[in-house]
C-alpha cells in the first residue's frame, strides 16, 4: 500500500510558474540542431505554438483533492438564493478537471460567484477552491467579456475604486453631494449597471494620509516593536477614524507604526477578475511591505479582506518576488495584539462611555477563513460597558463590489436576509463589523450604525482624551 | 432453428467491428456476436494512445510506417475519437545518446515528422516534466477513445445493415467434416438490445465464412473446432490519474521497458505498462507492485505524479503471437504484427480463419487485409472504402465546429459533450426537455445517456463506454443511481436494480488498486452514500423474492477478529 503523500497540495497551492532557464539551445549537439533541421524540411505536421501556456496557470492537478462531497456547495451563500448558480464544486474542481490545455471557455456563472471564500474554508479536503475561482473568472475575463462591454467597464471602475477615491477625496464634500444625488445614483445604474438602491460611502475631509502627514508620523519610535499598517483604500478615503483608532491603540502598547506606501490589496479585482490590475497592485504592495519587514516591521491590516489578500490570495495568484514572506508576515490587527501582547489583560477592568452600548456583531467571511471569526466577542467580553452579540454565520451578501452591481442587488439582499433578522433580534442598536463593505450592507439592510472594533479598543485603551488629537 | 448471416464475426474488439463494418459496407450481410460489452476484451484495456509509429521507428520500421499511415488516416475518419496530442520522447541523463539519434533518424525514414527539442524547450510545453529531462523528440502521436471508435465502427456496421450482438458468447463452433460452418452463443438475456430482464437463451447462426476476432482468446474459440492456436497472452497493468498532469503523450526515449509512456487520455492521464506472459487471458495475477513501479517509474519523467491521485487501475492483455517455430522468450520482443491464420491452408479445415497479433493504431488496415481475404474466399469484389469514409460522429468535423451552440449546457459540459459525440452533437443534445448533468465529473448530460440507452439497452456498463458518465472522479459514486434512474419506466425495478448493481460492481473493481490518499477518501465517501444512506449493502428490496432463505440480514459476526494487539 503506498504512503499518503505528506502534503499532496503543496505543488497544487503554491507551486510557482515555471520560467527558469534551464538548458540553453546553444547546449545542444550540432546532430541534434541538424536533424531538427531535417525534420523541419521533411515534415507537414506542424506543432501546435504551445509556448504562452507554459506561463499560464495550471489548477487541475488541485482538482485531485475533491472527492465531490458537497460540502462548499451547501455553504455557498450564493448558491443557496440563486438556483442558477452551480455552487463551487462546479466553478472550481470540476470545471478546471473537464479543461484540456488548449480550452478557454470558462462558463460565464464564474462571474456570479461573490468570492466570499466560504468554500475555502468549508472544503473538509484542503481544494483550492477559491485559487481556481479567481483563476477562472480571470481567464473568462480574459477571453471572454469584451473589453468595451458596459458590464467590463462598470466592474473595471468598481474594481478600481481606490484610482477615483482620490479625486473624490480632493473634493469631498462636492464629491459627497454630487454622489448622494438622485440622478447620479439612477445614471449609475442606467449607464454602468451600478444598483442605485445603494448610497455611495460618504468621503472623508481630511484622508487618513493626510492627517498622517499632519501629525508627522508615528509618536512612538521603536526598533523593537515596529509594525507597518496597511490600512487599505476604505480607511484612507472614507473611515480615517478606524485607521486613526488603529494608531493610537497600537502606540498605547508603545510600537512604532510606519504607514507604507500603498496600492488597493485587490481584493476587489481578484472578485471582477482583473488579475492583470491585481498583479500590478500586488507587486507594488508586495515590494514595499517587504521592505519593511526588512526593516525589522510586522504588517497589520484592520480591514479583514484586505490581509486576506495578502496572505492567501497573493501567494496563491502571483509569484511576484517576496510574496511568501510578506504573507507570512501579515496579520490581522486584532489578533497580532492578541499574539505578541496579552490584549485580554490590558483590557481587564477598561470601560467604554455610553458612546458605545450594545452591538450586533458580524463576522466578515474574510475574517472567519483567517480563522478570527470568534476573536472580536473574545476580546470584547472584558470591556465594560459594552455588550456584543454575535449575529452567527451568516454571509453579509455584498461582498466588496458584488452587492454593488445592478444585477447581482437582490442575491446580494437575499444572502443577507439572515444576517439582518438576526441584527435585529440581537436587541442592540448599532453594527460591529471588520469589513468596510459588511458594515455598509450591515446599514443598508437596518439602518444601524456600524463601528469597527479597533474603534472600541481605543476607546476602551485610549479614552476620550484621543479625540483631542484629530484637529 | 439457425439464423444465417454471409460472415461471422467472432469479437467485438476494434479488430472484429472494423472488419464487421468494412465487410457491411462491401455489401455482405454479417454477424458479430461478443461474449459481454463491445471493447470488453483486449481494446477496452489499452492506454489509448494513437501512435505516431515512433514507439517501433528503431525496432521495427515496417509497423513504424503503418502506424504513421493509419494515424493520419484516423484523424480523418475518426475525428471525434481522436485527439492530436503531439507526443514526445524524453531523454534523461541516463537514457544513451545513440539511442535518441536512432530514434530521431528512424522517425525520419518511416516518415514521422519529428523534432528535437532542447530540454527547456520540451518544460515549456509540459511544465510538469523533471527538471534534468534533456532532449527530446517530438512526433505526431495522439489520444484515441477505444471505446468510441470501437462503438463507432459497431454502430456503422449496424447502419449497413449488420447485426451485433453483445453478451452472446460463444458455446461451440459447428464444424462438419473439414468445414467450420458456424457457431452456437448463449445469449445472456436474450438477442437484441440487452436487457437485464430477459432471460437467456441459445442461438445456432450458421455463416458462409467465420472470422476469429477474438484475440487473445483466439486459441480458446480454435479449440471448439479441435484446432490450435498458440496465442500467447502478454498483461500489462495501466493505471489511471484524476487529471491530466500532462497534455502531450510522453514517451520514454529508451529500447525497451515497464512503464514508459504517459498519455494524456479525455480528463484523465493513463500510464503504462509492463508486459509479462500469462497463461489464462481471463484469470492472472494483479499485484499491488504493478501499479507502485508504474507510479515510481514514470514519476522520473513527471514528478507530480508522486503525490497525484490515481483512479483506478486496470489490466489488458496483448494477443501477441508468432508462428511456433521462432520461439522467442521475452514477450516484449514478440512482434506486434499481426497474423492471419487461414486455417484451411494451415490445417485444412474450411470456413474459418483466425486473426491473432496486431495493435489498436493499425486495426482498420488489419480490417481490410482480413476482409479482402474474407472476400476473396467468397468470390465478392468490392472495393475498401473504410480509409475515406468518416464514421458516425466524424462527418464534415471542421465545418461543425464552428456554427455550434452550447444547447444551453454551462460551457465547460457543451464542450466536453462536443467532443465526444462530433456531429452526432446536434441529434442528440438538442431537446425541449431538461437536459441536466447526471455526471458531473465528466460532464454528462441526461441526453447523452438516454442515446445511449437507445443504442444498448439496459446495459449500463454499455453506456459507460458511450459517454464516459462514471468514468471520472467519484467512479460513479454519485451517478450511477441518476444513470440508472434514466432506465426508468422503460425498463421495470428488476431490471434497474441489476443494471445499477451491475456497473457499480464494475467500478468498484478497478478502485481497488487506487484505496490511498485522495481516491481512499472517496471511496470511504461512496459507501457512506451507498451503504448507508441508500440502503444498498442489505436492502430488503435486493433480496431474491423467490428465495426467503437468503436473507441478507444473517451477518457473520465469527468473520471478525478482535482487532490488532487484542
Keep these: 500500500m503506498r504512503a499518503e503523500p505528506s502534503n499532496p497540495l503543496e505543488f497544487a497551492r503554491t507551486r510557482p510558474i515555471e520560467g527558469g532557464e534551464i538548458m540553453s539551445d546553444a547546449e545542444r549537439s550540432t546532430d541534434e540542431r541538424e536533424s531538427s533541421e531535417r525534420s523541419r524540411d521533411a515534415g507537414e505536421f506542424e506543432p501546435i505554438q504551445v509556448f504562452p501556456e507554459a506561463e499560464e496557470m495550471d489548477l487541475r492537478p488541485g482538482a485531485d483533492d475533491c472527492y465531490k462531497c458537497s460540502t462548499c456547495d451547501t455553504n455557498c451563500p450564493v448558491a443557496e438564493v440563486d438556483d442558477e448558480f452551480p455552487g463551487p464544486k462546479f466553478q472550481g474542481p470540476e470545471q478546471w478537471r473537464l479543461k484540456r490545455k488548449d480550452d478557454h471557455d470558462v462558463d460565464e456563472s464564474v462571474m456570479k460567484c461573490s468570492n466570499c471564500m466560504r468554500c475555502d474554508s468549508t472544503c473538509p479536503s484542503e481544494v483550492p477552491l477559491s485559487q481556481m475561482h479567481n483563476t477562472a473568472r480571470g481567464e473568462y475575463v480574459e477571453q471572454n467579456m469584451s473589453k468595451f462591454s458596459r458590464e467590463y467597464l462598470r466592474n473595471r471602475i468598481l474594481a478600481n475604486y481606490r484610482r477615483l477615491a482620490p479625486l473624490a477625496a480632493a473634493f469631498p464634500r462636492t464629491a459627497n453631494v454630487v454622489m448622494g444625488l438622485s440622478i447620479t445614483r439612477w445614471l449609475g445604474e442606467k449607464t454602468l449597471g451600478i444598483t442605485s438602491e445603494r448610497e455611495f460611502p460618504e468621503f472623508a475631509t481630511e484622508t487618513f494620509r493626510e492627517w498622517w502627514a499632519k501629525r508627522n508620523g508615528s509618536n512612538v519610535s521603536n526598533p523593537d516593536k515596529r509594525v507597518a499598517y496597511f490600512h487599505g483604500c476604505y480607511a484612507n478615503y472614507n473611515t480615517p477614524e478606524v485607521a486613526k483608532a488603529l494608531v493610537r491603540v497600537y502606540e498605547r502598547f508603545g510600537y512604532e507604526i510606519v504607514v507604507p506606501e500603498q496600492h488597493c490589496s485587490g481584493t476587489p479585482m481578484f472578485a471582477n477578475g482583473m488579475l492583470e490590475d491585481a498583479r500590478r497592485s500586488a507587486e507594488t504592495n508586495v515590494r514595499e511591505l517587504a521592505s519593511a519587514i526588512d526593516d525589522g516591521a510586522d504588517v497589520v491590516a484592520s480591514c479583514s479582506s484586505c490581509s486576506m489578500s495578502i496572505r492567501q490570495e497573493y501567494p496563491e495568484l502571483f509569484d511576484v518576488d517576496g510574496t511568501g514572506d510578506v504573507a507570512a508576515n501579515t496579520w490581522d490587527a486584532v489578533e497580532y495584539l492578541r499574539v505578541h501582547e496579552d490584549l485580554e489583560s490590558a483590557l481587564e477592568g477598561t470601560s467604554v462611555g455610553p458612546e458605545f452600548d450594545e452591538f450586533a456583531y458580524h463576522a466578515p467571511c474574510h475574517a472567519r477563513n483567517q480563522g478570527l471569526d470568534g476573536q472580536t466577542l473574545e476580546v470584547l467580553d472584558v470591556v465594560e460597558g459594552v455588550d456584543v452579540t454575535d449575529v452567527g454565520d451568516s454571509c453579509s451578501g455584498i461582498s466588496g463590489t458584488y452587492g454593488w452591481k445592478e444585477e447581482n442587488y437582490e442575491t446580494s439582499m437575499k444572502i443577507g436576509e439572515e444576517m439582518f433578522e438576526h441584527m435585529s433580534e440581537a436587541g442592540a442598536a448599532a453594527g460591529l463589523t471588520e469589513c468596510p463593505t459588511c458594515s455598509m450592507q450591515m446599514e443598508h439592510g437596518t439602518g444601524y450604525e456600524i463601528t469597527h472594533t479597533l474603534e472600541v479598543l481605543e476607546a476602551a485603551l485610549v479614552g476620550p482624551n484621543a479625540a483631542t488629537e484629530s484637529t | ?566
Excluded at chain 2, 480463419?353 to 489498436?360: A, M, N, T
Excluded at chain 2, 471520472?472 to 445499477?500: K, S, W
Aim: aromatic share 6%; hydrophobic share 35%; net charge negative.
Design chain 2, 1 to 566: 432453428m439457425a439464423t444465417e448471416t454471409d460472415v461471422l464475426v467472432l469479437g467485438g474488439g476494434s479488430t472484429g467491428c472494423g472488419i464487421a463494418r468494412d465487410l457491411a459496407m462491401r455489401g455482405l450481410e454479417v454477424t458479430l456476436v461478443e461474449r459481454y460489452n463491445l471493447t470488453d476484451g483486449t481494446t477496452g484495456r489499452m492506454h489509448g494512445l494513437l501512435h505516431s509509429g515512433g514507439r517501433y521507428a528503431v525496432s521495427d520500421r515496417e509497423s513504424a510506417t503503418e502506424c504513421i499511415e493509419e494515424n493520419e488516416i484516423l484523424r480523418n475518419i475518426a475525428g471525434h475519437c481522436v485527439e492530436m496530442t503531439g507526443g514526445l520522447f524524453v531523454k534523461r541523463p541516463e537514457d544513451s545518446d545513440s539511442y535518441f539519434r536512432e530514434k530521431l533518424e528512424g522517425c525520419r525514414e518511416c516518415g514521422i515528422p519529428a523534432r528535437a527539442l532542447s530540454g527547456r524547450e520540451a518544460r515549456e510545453r509540459e511544465p510538469y516534466l523533471a527538471e534534468d529531462v534533456s532532449r527530446a523528440i517530438e512526433v505526431p502521436d495522439g489520444a484515441v477513445d477505444p471505446f468510441r471508435l470501437c462503438v463507432a465502427n459497431a454502430l456503422d456496421a449496424e447502419a449497413h445493415g449488420a447485426r451485433i450482438e453483445t453478451h452472446a458468447e460463444v458455446v461451440d463452433l459447428l464444424r462438419e467434416g473439414a468445414d467450420v460452418y458456424g457457431v452456437r452463443v448463449r445469449h445472456d438475456s436474450g438477442p437484441g438490445r440487452r436487457n437485464h430482464g430477459t432471460s437467456g437463451s441459445t442461438e445456432e447462426i450458421t455463416a458462409e465464412y467465420v472470422v476469429n476476432a477474438t484475440g487473445a482468446w483466439a486459441g480458446q474459440i480454435a479449440a471448439m473446432a479441435d484446432l490450435e492456436v498458440e496465442v500467447r497472452p502478454s498483461k500489462g497493468v495501466m493505471t489511471i490519474m484524476n487529471v491530466r498532469q500532462v497534455d502531450t503523450v510522453i514517451n520514454r526515449c529508451r529500447p525497451k521497458g515497464d512503464a514508459d509512456i504517459i498519455v494524456p487520455h479525455e480528463t484523465t492521464a493513463i500510464l503504462g505498462t509492463t508486459d509479462e506472459e500469462v497463461t489464462d487471458p481471463d484469470d492472472y495475477p494483479e499485484a499491488e507492485w504493478e501499479v507502485d513501479t508504474m507510479i515510481d517509474t514514470l514519476s522520473e519523467l513527471v514528478p507530480i505524479l508522486s503525490e497525484a491521485r490515481t483512479l483506478r487501475s486496470f489490466w489488458g492483455v496483448r494477443p501477441l503471437y508468432e508462428p511456433p517455430e521462432r520461439g522467442t522468450a521475452d514477450p516484449t520482443d514478440i512482434t506486434r504484427d499481426f497474423f492471419l491464420l487461414d486455417h484451411d491452408e494451415r490445417d485444412g479445415v474450411s470456413g474459418l480463419v483466425s486473426i491473432v497479433g496486431g495493435k489498436f493504431t493499425t486495426y482498420r488496415a488489419m480490417a481490410e487485409e482480413i476482409s479482402d481475404f474474407v472476400c476473396g474466399k467468397l468470390g465478392v469484389r468490392a472495393a475498401c472504402p473504410t480509409a475515406e469514409e468518416p464514421l458516425p460522429g466524424s462527418e464534415n468535423l471542421e465545418r461543425l465546429e464552428d456554427g455550434m451552440d452550447d444547447f444551453g449546457l454551462r460551457s465547460p459540459i457543451a464542450r466536453r459533450s462536443k467532443q465526444r459525440l462530433g456531429s452526432r452533437s446536434r441529434a442528440v443534445l438538442e431537446t425541449d426537455e431538461p437536459n441536466p448533468v447526471i455526471c458531473p465529473c465528466e460532464g454528462v448530460t441526461r441526453a447523452e445517456v438516454r442515446d445511449a440507452i437507445a443504442q444498448s439497452g439496459s446495459d449500463l456498463n454499455a453506456v459507460r463506454i458511450r459517454t464516459r458518465a462514471s468514468m471520472g472522479n467519484c467512479q460513479g459514486g454519485f451517478c450511477c443511481g441518476p444513470m440508472a434512474n434514466e432506465l426508468h419506466p422503460d425498463y421495470d425495478e428488476v431490471t434497474v436494480r441489476r443494471a445499477l448493481d451491475e456497473l457499480f460492481e464494475e467500478r468498484w473493481k478497478g478502485q481497488r488498486h487506487a484505496l490511498w490518499g485522495e481516491q481512499l477518501s472517496q471511496a470511504m465517501l461512496n459507501y457512506a452514500l451507498h451503504a448507508t444512506t441508500m440502503n444498498r449493502d442489505r436492502d430488503p428490496a435486493s433480496a431474491d423474492p423467490s428465495d426467503p432463505e437468503a436473507d441478507a440480514a444473517s451477518l457473520e459476526y465469527a468473520a471478525f477478529d478482535a482487532g490488532e494487539g487484542r
